[in-house]
C-alpha cells in the first residue's frame, strides 16, 4: 500500500493465503478484493472475497469455500454494491457482501467468466469462455441492460482466437481484444464489430486501460516471449510499443493508469511509474552503486555482497545486449563503450538475491 505515488511502500496483511487476482475501490477507504486458488486446500480457499473499510490497512473475510476455482475481477459500484466473476460462478450483493446473489449470465454450466465492467448501475459486460470439446473454446462478451438480472451475448467467437479483456463507454464506444493481435471495435454497445486486427498475429493483448480516449495495452510478443506495454491514441486504430521487457522474471503482470499524466506498472518483483521508468521498489535486496552514470565507455558495479554475481544488460526494448559473470572478488567492470547512447537496465543476481537498476549511456 502507498499513500504517497509510489515513493515509499507499506506491507498489508490480509486474512487470506490463496491467489489475489483483483481489487477495486468504491472510494478511499471501501475497497473489494478478489481471489482463490485452483487446487483449495488447508488454508488456500477457493473463491474468496474480502473488504477493507480503511483503506486497504486491513482486510475481512466476505466470503470463501472450498468448492475449487477463484474469482478473476471484481467491479465495485458503490461502498456496499459489488459484482463478481470467476470460474463457474458470478456473484452480486448490494449490502457489502452480507448477503451474495448469484446471477447467470450463461445457460451453459462450465462458463468461466475473465473480466466484468459496468458503465452504469444497470449496464454492465462480462467476457466468459467454455470449452466446446477437441481443444475448441467458445468466447462470449455479454451485456445486461437491467442490472445483471438478464444478461445477452453481444460477441461469440469459436474459430480459435480468444478474449482476454475488454473496456467500454457509457455512450457505447468499446474495444475487445486477444491473442493472434486480435482488436475489434464497437461504437454502438456491442450490437455491431469492426475489425482492427493488427498485422502481427504473435502479439497477444492481455490487459487494457482507458483514460480518456487513450488506450494502453500489456502485450505479450510471442516470437520471443518479451511483454511490453502499448499506446493508442486514436482508439485502437493504431498501437505503438512504448516499452518492452525481455526478462523472464520480470514480466509486466500489470498496469493503472489513473490519469492522462500519472501511471504504473508492475512486474514479478518491482513497480514502475511513468518517470524516466525509475523503479519504486528501492527497497532492494542488493545494496548496489553504479559509476559513473550516465557513462560513455565503462561502469563500475559494487555490491555489498562480494561473491559470485551475475549481471545482464537489456535495451530499453528488452533485448539482451550483455551478460557477465564475476567470481568472489572480482573487479566488476562492463565495458558498454560499444552501445549506442540510450537508457538500459542492468539485473544483477547474487544467488537468490537480485535487483535492477537504470543506466544511461551517453
Known amino acids: 500500500r502507498t499513500i504517497n505515488g509510489g515513493t515509499t511502500w507499506d506491507s ?50 466476505v466470503y470463501g469455500d472450498n468448492t475449487g476455482g477463484v474469482f478473476n475481477s471484481v467491479e465495485v459500484l458503490s461502498p456496499l ?38 458503465v452504469s448501475p444497470a449496464v454492465g459486460y462480462a467476457l466468459g469462455s467454455h470449452y466446446l470439446g477437441a481443444n475448441r473454446y467458445a468466447n462470449n462478451l455479454y451485456k445486461t441492460t437491467d442490472a445483471g438480472q438478464t ?46 486486427n493488427q498485422a502481427d498475429t504473435n502479439l497477444l493483448f492481455m490487459k487494457l486501460e482507458r483514460v480518456d480516449n487513450h488506450l494502453y495495452a500489456i502485450v ?20 505503438q510499443n512504448q516499452i518492452s521487457f525481455f ?14 499524466d500519472v501511471g504504473y506498472f508492475a512486474t514479478s518483483r518491482e513497480v514502475y511509474k511513468n518517470e524516466q521508468l525509475i523503479s519504486l521498489a528501492e527497497k532492494s535486496v542488493m545494496a548496489v552503486n553504479l559509476y559513473p552514470n550516465p557513462t560513455r565507455d565503462k561502469v563500475h558495479v559494487e555490491v555489498a555482497n562480494q561473491g559470485a554475481l551475475e549481471i545482464t544488460l537489456f535495451s530499453s526494448f528488452g533485448q539482451q545486449v550483455l ?40
Open 247 to 260: 526478462i523472464p522474471t520480470h514480466s509486466i503482470n500489470d498496469l493503472s493508469i489513473p490519469t492522462k
Open 81 to 118: 454494491e459489488f459484482y463478481t466473476v470467476g470460474t463457474n460462478v458470478v456473484l452480486h450483493s448490494a449490502d457489502g457482501g452480507v448477503s451474495l446473489d448469484t446471477l447467470m449470465i450463461s445457460s451453459t454450466s462450465n462458463e468461466s467468466f475473465g473480466r466484468i465492467q459496468f
Open 151 to 196: 444478461w445477452l451475448s453481444v460477441y461469440t467467437d469459436t474459430a480459435g482466437s480468444s478474449f482476454s479483456d475488454f473496456t467500454m463507454t457509457a455512450s457505447g464506444d468499446g474495444i475487445l481484444v486477444g491473442h493472434k493481435g486480435l482488436v475489434l471495435n464497437t461504437t454502438d454497445g456491442g450490437a455491431t464489430w469492426s475489425n482492427t
Open 323 to 362: 551478460s557477465s559473470n564475476f567470481g568472489s572478488g572480482q573487479n566488476r567492470v562492463l565495458e558498454v563503450g560499444f552501445l549506442p547512447a540510450g537508457v538500459y537496465f542492468i539485473e544483477l543476481r547474487a544467488g537468490k538475491d537480485g535487483t535492477i537498476k537504470k543506466l544511461i549511456v551517453e
Open 12 to 61: 498489508v496483511a490480509t486474512a487470506f493465503s490463496g491467489f489475489i487476482m483483483d481489487i477495486d475501490f468504491a472510494n478511499s477507504q471501501v475497497a473489494y478484493s478478489v481471489g482463490g486458488a485452483w487446487f483449495p486446500f488447508g488454508n488456500y480457499k477457493a473463491n474468496a472475497i474480502m473488504k477493507t473499510v480503511d483503506g486497504g490497512l486491513h482486510w475481512d473475510s
Open 220 to 239: 505479450i510478443d510471442a516470437s520471443n516471449g518479451s511483454t511490453g506495454i502499448y499506446y493508442s491514441g486514436n482508439w485502437a486504430a493504431g498501437w
